[in-house]
């Protein structure tokens, strides 16, 4: 099964003994599997692998310790490629390693120390390793571009520096260049990261530099493609200007304009050849180095012509691919680290270019059929031992049969690879050997014309084969692209989940499994899975960080499919889960597209869940506050109701109280000091004749007297405004501007009209008091000469006390009862604390008491004080009472409301 134990569970098992599983289980780690070379890679390694009906999971990750947050986020499924789940491991170096240096390259495989170890491109110490030679192809080339083509300012895009197959090629190129008198400075390399975009920005920066440059060696197609795009761009010809060889032999590069020079590798036999030592490791072998030859591919990039190149490849097989070789053939194989590879051979007597006394005169032409100059030509081998079996016939050589027969075996043999998917490229190869056979013979003129029919049989054969996989391929981009639109076009987990279904089966995959991990931890639940074009229930289900499935799902899975494919799912910079898929499908480009409009579709669902999810608990919180507030508004209303009440009841007895003081006072205190006045004159009069001082003493106690009934008279007035009840507000206030101007000798106006809007006696007492505290303080404070009171019935346009109506709370006009004007021509308040003083506050608390709105103004001169009385009833008339606002529970007694025009009450002394 594909799930891990626990890692005690793992450290106790026995390398290549797994309880409960098949042994062969094998993990392959690469960074991607839709680029021609790992591509052409994870071909051979499948093909290997079914042939020892081993079991493959494929990790598709990244380059590892990439700097990009996405590739990074993506290599985290690398730690499920552990001992617990697999038996042994291989590791294409060259891809994930990029970033990496050759120590670092060697930890990658030191985390594995349980696991029969293979490492793909790069060699690592105590762990077999499948490698490349590519100095003699690369010296080979050099010296092609160096002898054939003159070429003299050279130019490299290498690898990153740490690159170790990177730097053995650009050593191997500086080499071949000082061997034949030329040098290549330091700043003509460039190190790229082996990308298409690395390449054009590396080519940017050497035609920045304004060196001379004539040829570019680049260590890899793509970057070769990429420099060749810049050129292009800046107007640069290839190869009329700049030759471009490149290296790798990808299938891109065969389509470039023009085509692209490079060196071959043999990268399907890599594939084969790891899967082979990895077999031998986990059969008790021991770790060994292989090495495989690369081959030079000469095309029309380093300025041959398509009739000089078909020579050369008659004139040298080595510059085309082999004939396929059968599954049972291998490259030789010897233990890694036996010794130190040896020099690339360069060719007898290599003219130096920096001398002209050479007799290989570099200025020369060189035809490309000769052999390199120095070289020997070798002798043409057998014509039988340069074709198949099936192409010999039943003769010593293929010319004893008819050419018809001929041609009519290489179509049959074609048409069969062809139907077979095998490269039938290499059918060139075998028609240039026989062409080199010819050499000397006496069928050499007929059978030419037989190999160019032959060549034409194989052009026509590729062309449709390159007609149907592009036909193929936009089928599949168009099919990719609907899957693409539906996925996200849904919203919802099940529906995704359904569309994903008919998209994997219209793809041609018949089993899925998507894992989705929980947030902030590499624990997961299977949330998907499909099993024959059908999707099945699933309850999600636990998946451990160390492992790919969970337990229960591995016999299923080995049942299915022996080749899986495992991506991640990533979303910007986190990995969010990973998806594994049968690993036949014929286009790996699928792979990536897929995975990534799979992971922008959950992430986009995932959110929207998230978001619902929210939406719920944000509403569940706002009814639970909204109760708590309701239940918090409702106590604070009774408690605001208790208060009213009791404030009301305060004032009630407050108001009372004050009455009866009042009443006392002037009943029996007044009463009481008239009738010691009255006493003291009677005295007076009976004692007789008296002394002028007994006069003035009697005169005095009944001046003290008279002065303490006016007190009296004044405290009276203030607890009970005298004439409220009985000849309402207007006539109150009048007494109360005269007896203030009396008693200050101020001068203090009044003005009412005739008649005034009735209030009930609660609110006319606290409109009173409000007058009394303004008109103390204008006296006090104000410094004024004259105060005037008004009282202003409402405006018979507005139905308000003045012009400009108040805003209520619903910012609608409130109609006013009755305006009050208390204005004096003093010194005013200053600005900063007018609205500060204790006696505006008292002034405000009573009016909020009664409805009663009071404003301080500034007129200019001196200071007003606006009292504006309320309509209490929403709605209501102009005229009339009510006491909804102020909680009282009894009927209001009237105020009368009728006044005087004017009267003007002067100091009195």
Not at 830 to 837: R, S, T, V
Not at 882 to 898: E, F, K, M, Y
């Amino acid at each position: 099964m594909i799930s891990a134990g626990t890692p005690e569970e793992q450290s106790n098992k026995s390398l290549g003994s797994h309880p409960g599983r098949a042994r062969g289980r094998i993990a392959v780690l690469t960074a991607e599997v839709n680029e021609a070379y790992q591509a052409e890679l994870w071909r051979g390694i499948t093909a290997e692998a079914r042939r020892h009906s081993k079991q493959l999971v494929c990790f598709v990750g990244s380059r590892v310790d990439s700097p990009i947050q996405q590739e990074a986020a993506s290599n985290a499924i690398y730690r499920q490629a552990h001992s617990g789940n697999f038996d042994g491991i291989i590791i294409i170096s060259s891809a994930v390693s990029t970033y990496l240096d050759p120590q670092q390259v060697q930890f990658l495989f030191d985390a594995h120390p349980r696991l029969p170890r293979v490492s793909v491109g790069i060699p690592v110490e105590g762990v077999s390793s499948v490698c490349v030679d590519g100095r003699s192809a690369m010296a080979e080339v050099t010296r092609h571009l160096i002898y054939d083509h003159h070429r003299r300012n050279f130019a490299v895009i290498a690898g990153p520096q740490w690159h170790p197959e990177s730097e053995e090629r650009r050593h191997t190129i500086q080499d071949t260049l000082g061997r034949a008198g030329l040098n290549l400075k330091d700043d003509l390399v460039i190190h790229g990261n082996f990308q298409h975009k690395s390449g054009r920005d590396a080519m940017a920066a050497l035609l920045d530099q304004g060196h001379p440059i004539d040829a570019l060696l680049c260590l890899n197609d793509r970057m070769a493609m990429g420099a060749v795009e810049e050129l292009t761009r800046r107007g640069i010809t290839v190869p009329q200007d700049i030759s471009v060889c490149g290296f790798d032999g990808i299938e891109e590069s065969e389509f470039c304009s023009p085509p692209l020079t490079t060196v071959i590798q043999p990268l399907y036999d890599l594939g084969v050849q790891a899967v082979q030592e990895l077999y031998l490791l986990m059969e008790g072998g021991t770790a060994r180095h292989t090495t495989l030859d690369c081959r030079p591919l000469i095309r029309q990039s380093c300025s041959c012509s398509a009739l000089s190149q078909l020579r050369l490849r008659t004139a040298n097989p080595r510059t085309v691919p082999e004939p396929e070789k059968s599954p049972g053939d291998s490259p030789t194989a010897e233990p890694p680290d036996s010794s130190d590879p040896s020099d690339p051979p360069d060719p007898p007597d290599s003219p130096d270019l920096s001398n002209p006394s050479d007799p290989h005169d570099p200025s020369e032409p060189h035809d490309p059929a000769d052999p390199a100059p120095g070289k020997s030509q070798p002798a043409p081998a057998p014509i039988r031992d340069n074709v198949p079996s099936g192409l010999a016939g039943t003769g010593e050589s293929p010319l004893d049969q008819e050419p018809q027969a001929f041609i009519d075996t290489l179509d049959e043999l074609v048409t069969r690879a062809s139907f077979e998917s095998t490269d039938i490229r290499r059918w060139n190869a075998v028609l240039d050997r026989i062409e080199a056979g010819l050499t000397g013979t006496d069928h050499a003129e007929p059978w030419l014309r037989v190999i160019l029919r032959g060549r034409e049989i194989l052009a026509e054969s590729r062309t449709r084969r390159l007609v149907e996989t592009r036909i193929q391929k936009r089928n599949r981009l168009d099919v990719l692209r609907s899957v693409g639109t539906s996925l996200s076009e849904a919203f919802e987990m099940p529906e995704i989940f359904r569309r994903l279904t008919e998209g994997l089966v219209r793809l041609g995959f018949q089993d899925a499994f998507l894992v989705l991990y929980r947030p902030g931890t590499r624990t997961g639940d299977l949330i998907f899975h499909m099993e024959s074009g059908i999707q099945k229930p699933v309850s999600p289900r636990r998946v451990e960080p160390l492992e790919i499935l969970p337990a229960s799902m591995a016999d299923l899975q080995r049942r299915n499919m022996p080749i899986w494919i495992l991506t991640p799912l990533v979303f910007q910079d986190r990995a969010i889960g990973h998806l594994l898929l049968p690993g036949d499908h014929p286009d790996t480009e699928v792979y990536d597209t897929l995975t990534k409009q799979i992971a922008s579709s959950i992430q986009g669902a995932t959110l929207l869940e998230r978001i619902k999810s929210h939406e719920q608990s944000l509403e569940q919180e706002v009814q639970h506050r909204t109760r708590e507030l309701t239940q918090v508004n409702a106590d604070l209303r009774q408690e605001i109701a208790t208060r009213v009440r009791l404030e009301q009841e305060v004032i009630d007895i407050s108001k009372h109280t004050m009455e009866r003081i009042g009443q006392d006072l002037h009943d029996d205190l007044c009463q009481h000091l008239a009738g010691i006045t009255m006493h003291v004159s009677a005295l007076g009069r009976r004692i007789g004749p008296v002394s002028p001082e007994s006069l003035v003493v009697l005169e005095q106690i009944n001046s003290l007297l008279g002065d303490s009934i006016q007190r009296a008279k004044s405290l009276v007035r203030g607890l009970l405004p005298p004439g409220l009840r009985e000849e309402g507000l207007s006539r109150a206030v009048e007494h109360l501007c005269r007896e203030i101007s009396r008693a200050s000798g101020v001068q203090v106006d009044f003005h009412a009209p005739s008649s005034l809007t009735e209030l009930d006696v609660d609110r006319g007492i606290e409109l009173y008091r409000i007058i009394q505290e303004a008109l103390n303080n204008a006296v006090k404070h104000s410094g004024s000469p004259r105060i005037l009171v008004s009282l202003s019935p409402p405006d018979p346009e507005t139905g308000n006390g003045d012009r400009d109506g108040v805003k209520a709370g619903d910012g609608e006009s409130q109609k006013i009862l009755l305006t009050v004007d208390i204005r004096d021509w003093g010194r005013g308040f200053p600005d900063q604390n007018h609205d500060q003083g204790m006696g505006l506050k008292i002034m405000r608390y009573r009016g909020e008491k009664a409805d009663i709105q009071v404003d301080l103004e500034h007129p200019g001169q001196g200071s007003l004080v606006r009292c504006r009385v309320l309509d209490r009833r929403a709605g209501g008339p102009a005229s009339g009472t009510g006491n909804a606002r102020t909680g009282s529970r009894r009927s209001p007694d009237r105020v009368p409301g009728q006044g005087n025009h004017q009267n003007t009450h002067p100091p009195q002394e």
